[in-house]
C-alpha cells in the first residue's frame, strides 16, 4: 500500500528529499513518472504503457501529496517510509484506498528504476 499525506501537513517540505521514488509534490504542482530521473516510458501496474516525462495534474493544491503510482513505501530503500520517519506531526499515513502486495510495491520499484 502506499502512503499517502493527510490534511494536517504543515507544508515544510521536509519530507521531499527522503522520498527515493520523488514521489511527493508541493501542492499545487503538477507531476511525472520521470521527474528526478531519466525515465522515458514506463509500463505501469494496469499494463498500460505511459510516456513517463508526461505531465500530470497536482493532486493537491492545498498541502504535499504522495502519488501513489510512484510510491513504494520506501522498498529496496529503507525499512521504513522514509517520509512517516521525518515528518513533525505525523501526517504521513498509510493509504487503505491503495492497498498493494510486496510484490505488487517491488513492481513499482524495478520500473521507477529501470531494473
Ligand atoms: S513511503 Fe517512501 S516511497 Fe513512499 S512517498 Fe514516502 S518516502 Fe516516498
Ligand atoms: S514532512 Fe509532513 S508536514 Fe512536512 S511537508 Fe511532508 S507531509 Fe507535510
Not at 502512503?3 to 527515493?20: L, M
Not at 521527474?35 to 494496469?46: A, M, V
Not at 513517463?52 to 492545498?62: M, R, T, W
Request: proline share 4%; hydrophobic share 30%.
Amino acid at each position: 500500500m502506499s502512503i499517502k499525506i493527510t490534511n494536517e501537513c504543515v507544508n515544510c517540505g521536509a519530507c521531499v528529499i527522503e522520498c527515493p521514488n520523488n514521489a511527493i509534490y508541493e501542492e499545487g504542482m503538477e507531476w511525472s513518472y520521470s521527474d528526478g530521473t531519466s525515465l522515458e516510458g514506463i509500463l505501469n501496474h494496469r499494463g498500460e504503457n505511459i510516456n513517463a516525462k508526461e505531465k500530470n495534474e497536482p493532486l493537491s493544491y492545498d498541502f504535499f501529496y504522495i502519488v501513489p503510482e510512484k510510491c513504494t513505501e520506501c522498498r529496496g530503500f529503507h525499512d521504513v517510509p522514509q517520509c512517516a520517519a521525518v515528518c513533525p506531526v505525523d501526517c504521513c499515513v498509510k493509504d487503505e484506498k491503495n492497498i498493494e502486495s510486496i510484490n505488487e510495491l517491488n513492481f513499482k520499484k524495478n520500473k521507477l528504476h529501470c531494473e
